[in-house]
């Protein structure tokens, strides 16, 4: 497939969003988008699903489409083309069509070839075997039971009416069907949002391995990093290409700016050299020709202008003067958190200035650790304590603090009645939220104004314990970058949950994990996390495998032994005289020990 926009530009209800949208899709590529919130990234994927969003560009280019073939494009929409009546597994399986058409065939074939095979079905069945496989035949019934599995669904969930899902479990169903159909071009918005970490590693892995092309836009650096091979910016409203992944993008827009930096400077001293030779012979008649002739060079030569800096603009953290707690931050022990039914047990210490990560899949209780450490839900069993002067400060990522009606500076005064009107505005200036943003109510913010709301209410508590829940969530990469540095440098302690291992990898000197109703503290940071569940994972992976590859084995000898003994009644029969002197009989014959051989050679295969 191949899609190539030139000069184009997308406006809506009149605003500009894009003014000069350039993008080649080759088949194969990995393109990610990125950019700030608000800078139409997704306005940018709807238009390549929708070309008639495009309009003439303010480049110099003419402004075209050029389209090869009919690519078939997949895109996300809510829960679309789902059929309530279907099992999840029989929606998943739309995708294979394709695949389980050739199935049948083949099925039917088997059937044949049982029953005085004709030369031409035995032909038939070879190329449809080799079809089948070059389709991914042999691999797609492991490859949906993965996908499912790693984002959360159960064996039990196969047979369930889609009717008996969540929203947001549809919505996750539609996204693994749209994976699996494969389409021609890709287009991904955030799709890591509200993935755990397994799941976003198995989306990793499915489009890194992904053979046709795809476009998402993303603020996961580590995401972008390992499945990317294009990157497009958009900043102030044009597009800039960077032939590569997340981290030659960082490299390469520090190196092109310096260079358009000192080109630019460059540029204006020798405009200076040349205007004042000028000045100071183009009154004297002996001169005034060579003065010309500077002025004249002046106008020949290209225009460099001085680039534009990156737009790094986002909320100011200074965390205000706070009491100091005791060595000892936060003790626990054996304490079970959860609702109706304990979701896991654990017991650690944290001591001033410990930055704990607590990771897990969805449903495995991180939320309810925080909250339950919070006090806000009442611990099960065993206990927690706070230390000496610990002024804890809470980060809801559900934002249920907030009412709907209030509005920005109304929410703000509540948690700081003290506070007058100059410090309120000043304070959530500091969040970007000016004298027009601060009378919105709270019901119109978008996700990324919520997360700056709550930010400054934490900030300005002067708490020494942090405790954080998602606090990345809706935040662009510049943003995520400040909320690091400044966590990095605070003095005090911090607690908090997050998927994105980038954060995870920047902050945490610990790791709390939480998987199946086991909570596994870590006292590592997040690499060297990686490494000590790698070193168990092998090891529990060794034992299975040894358990498994003797029970295979077993069941393979067993069936090898069956079909060898089938194959050696079948050459006896070949040399009975009602069958070598009939050439049906015996073409026959000779075709079903054909197929036992390559089922035989088959089963070498995988016994070996």
Same mark, same amino acid.
């Given at each position: 497939?191949?899609?190539?926009?030139?000069?184009?530009?997308?406006?809506?209800?009149?605003?500009?969003?894009?003014?000069?949208?350039?993008?080649?899709?080759?088949?194969?590529?990995?393109?990610?988008?990125?950019?700030?919130?608000?800078?139409?990234?997704?306005?940018?994927?709807?238009?390549?699903?929708?070309?008639?969003?495009?309009?003439?560009?303010?480049?110099?280019?003419?402004?075209?489409?050029?389209?090869?073939?009919?690519?078939?494009?997949?895109?996300? =929409?809510?829960?679309?083309?789902?059929?309530?009546?279907?099992?999840?597994?029989?929606?998943?399986?739309?995708?294979?069509?394709?695949?389980? =058409?050739?199935?049948?065939?083949?099925?039917?074939?088997?059937?044949?070839?049982?029953?005085?095979?004709?030369?031409?079905?035995? /032909?038939?069945?070879?190329?449809?075997?080799?079809?089948?496989?070059?389709?991914?035949?042999?691999?797609?019934?492991?490859?949906?039971?993965?996908?499912?599995?790693?984002?959360?669904?159960?064996?039990?969930?196969?047979?369930?009416?889609?009717?008996?899902?969540?929203?947001?479990?549809?919505?996750?169903?539609?996204?693994?069907?749209?994976?699996?159909?494969?389409?021609?071009?890709?287009?991904?918005?955030?799709?890591?949002?509200?993935?755990?970490?397994?799941?976003?590693?198995?989306?990793?892995?499915?489009?890194?391995?992904?053979?046709?092309?795809?476009?998402?836009?993303?603020?996961?650096?580590?995401?972008?990093?390992?499945?990317?091979?294009?990157? /497009?910016?958009?900043?102030?409203?044009?597009?800039?290409? /960077?032939?590569?992944? /997340?981290?030659?993008?960082?490299?390469?827009?520090?190196?092109?700016?310096?260079?358009?930096?000192?080109?630019?400077?460059?540029?204006?001293?020798?405009?200076?050299?040349?205007?004042?030779?000028?000045?100071?012979?183009?009154?004297?008649?002996?001169?005034?020709?060579?003065?010309?002739?500077?002025?004249?060079?002046?106008?020949?030569?290209?225009?460099?202008?001085?680039? *534009?800096?990156?737009?790094?603009?986002?909320?100011?953290?200074?965390?205000?003067?706070?009491?100091?707690?005791?060595?000892?931050?936060?003790?626990?022990?054996?304490?079970?958190?959860?609702?109706?039914?304990?979701?896991?047990?654990?017991?650690?210490?944290?001591?001033?200035? *410990?930055?704990?990560?607590?990771?897990?899949?969805?449903?495995?209780?991180?939320?309810?650790?925080?909250?339950?450490?919070?006090?806000?839900?009442?611990?099960?069993?065993?206990?927690?304590?706070?230390?000496?002067?610990?002024?804890?400060?809470?980060?809801?990522?559900?934002?249920?603090?907030?009412?709907?009606?209030?509005?920005?500076?109304?929410?703000? $005064?509540?948690?700081?009645?003290?506070?007058?009107?100059?410090?309120?505005?000043?304070?959530?200036?500091?969040?970007?939220?000016?004298?027009?943003?601060?009378?919105?109510?709270?019901?119109?913010?978008?996700?990324?104004?919520?997360?700056?709301?709550?930010?400054?209410?934490?900030?300005?508590?002067?708490?020494?314990?942090?405790?954080?829940?998602?606090?990345?969530?809706?935040?662009?990469?510049?943003?995520?970058?400040?909320?690091?540095?400044?966590?990095?440098?605070?003095?005090?302690?911090?607690?908090?949950?997050?998927?994105?291992?980038?954060?995870?990898? $920047?902050?945490?000197?610990?790791?709390?994990?939480?998987?199946?109703?086991?909570?596994?503290?870590?006292?590592?940071?997040?690499?060297?996390?990686?490494?000590?569940?790698?070193?168990?994972?092998?090891?529990?992976?060794?034992?299975?495998?040894?358990?498994?590859?003797?029970?295979?084995?077993?069941?393979?000898?067993?069936?090898?032994? =069956?079909?060898?003994?089938?194959?050696?009644?079948?050459?006896?029969?070949?040399?009975?005289?009602?069958?070598?002197?009939?050439?049906?009989?015996?073409?026959?014959?000779?075709?079903?020990?054909?197929?036992?051989?390559?089922?035989?050679?088959?089963?070498?295969?995988?016994?070996?």
């Amino acid at each position: 497939m191949y899609l190539k926009i030139v000069n184009a530009r997308v406006d809506i209800l009149n605003k500009s969003i894009l003014e000069q949208v350039n993008m080649e899709i080759k088949d194969k590529d990995h393109i990610a988008i990125i950019g700030r919130n608000g800078a139409g990234k997704t306005t940018l994927l709807k238009a390549l699903v929708d070309n008639t969003m495009f309009e003439e560009g303010t480049g110099e280019e003419k402004f075209n489409i050029y389209k090869v073939g009919k690519p078939v494009i997949g895109y996300l =929409k809510q829960n679309e083309g789902l059929n309530n009546d279907n099992t999840l597994l029989e929606e998943i399986l739309l995708a294979y069509q394709d695949i389980i =058409k050739i199935e049948d065939k083949l099925h039917k074939l088997e059937i044949k070839l049982n029953n005085n095979p004709l030369k031409e079905e035995i /032909y038939q069945y070879t190329e449809l075997q080799d079809y089948y496989k070059n389709i991914g035949g042999y691999e797609y019934k492991k490859e949906y039971l993965n996908a499912l599995l790693k984002n959360g669904f159960t064996e039990n969930d196969f047979n369930k009416k889609i009717s008996s899902f969540s929203g947001g479990e549809q919505t996750k169903i539609s996204f693994i069907k749209l994976l699996l159909s494969k389409p021609d071009l890709l287009v991904l918005d955030e799709p890591t949002n509200h993935l755990d970490i397994e799941a976003i590693l198995w989306l990793e892995e499915y489009l890194e391995n992904y053979n046709n092309a795809f476009v998402v836009v993303s603020h996961d650096r580590m995401f972008i990093n390992h499945v990317a091979n294009k990157i /497009y910016e958009i900043e102030y409203g044009e597009m800039i290409l /960077y032939n590569g992944n /997340y981290e030659y993008y960082e490299e390469e827009k520090k190196k092109r700016y310096e260079i358009n930096l000192y080109n630019y400077e460059r540029y204006q001293k020798e405009v200076k050299r040349l205007q004042s030779i000028a000045d100071r012979f183009r009154y004297k008649p002996s001169k005034a020709s060579m003065a010309m002739a500077k002025l004249k060079q002046i106008e020949r030569m290209d225009k460099v202008f001085k680039p *534009d800096k990156a737009d790094t603009k986002t909320f100011k953290i200074n965390f205000p003067n706070f009491l100091e707690s005791g060595k000892v931050v936060l003790s626990v022990l054996d304490l079970k958190f959860g609702y109706k039914y304990a979701l896991g047990k654990t017991s650690f210490t944290l001591n001033r200035g *410990d930055r704990l990560g607590v990771i897990g899949a969805n449903g495995t209780g991180k939320s309810t650790l925080l909250k339950t450490i919070m006090g806000i839900i009442p611990k099960i069993g065993g206990s927690y304590s706070m230390g000496i002067n610990v002024i804890p400060a809470y980060y809801d990522q559900q934002f249920s603090t907030f009412l709907p009606q209030d509005t920005v500076y109304e929410a703000f $005064k509540k948690e700081f009645p003290l506070m007058n009107d100059y410090e309120i505005r000043s304070s959530l200036a500091r969040f970007l939220f000016g004298s027009e943003d601060i009378d919105k109510k709270i019901m119109v913010l978008s996700g990324g104004e919520k997360v700056r709301l709550q930010l400054a209410i934490v900030v300005f508590k002067k708490a020494n314990l942090l405790i954080l829940d998602e606090p990345t969530n809706h935040l662009d990469i510049i943003s995520k970058e400040k909320l690091e540095d400044v966590l990095k440098s605070y003095p005090g302690t911090i607690i908090f949950v997050s998927h994105d291992r980038y954060f995870v990898k $920047k902050i945490a000197t610990s790791i709390l994990e939480l998987e199946n109703n086991n909570v596994k503290y870590y006292a590592y940071n997040y690499e060297g996390y990686l490494e000590k569940k790698r070193v168990e994972n092998s090891q529990i992976k060794a034992k299975k495998e040894s358990r498994d590859n003797k029970k295979i084995a077993a069941n393979i000898d067993i069936k090898i032994t =069956k079909i060898e003994k089938e194959i050696a009644s079948l050459k006896e029969k070949l040399f009975l005289e009602e069958v070598y002197l009939n050439q049906v009989k015996y073409q026959e014959i000779e075709g079903k020990i054909r197929i036992l051989e390559d089922k035989l050679n088959r089963l070498l295969k995988s016994w070996e």
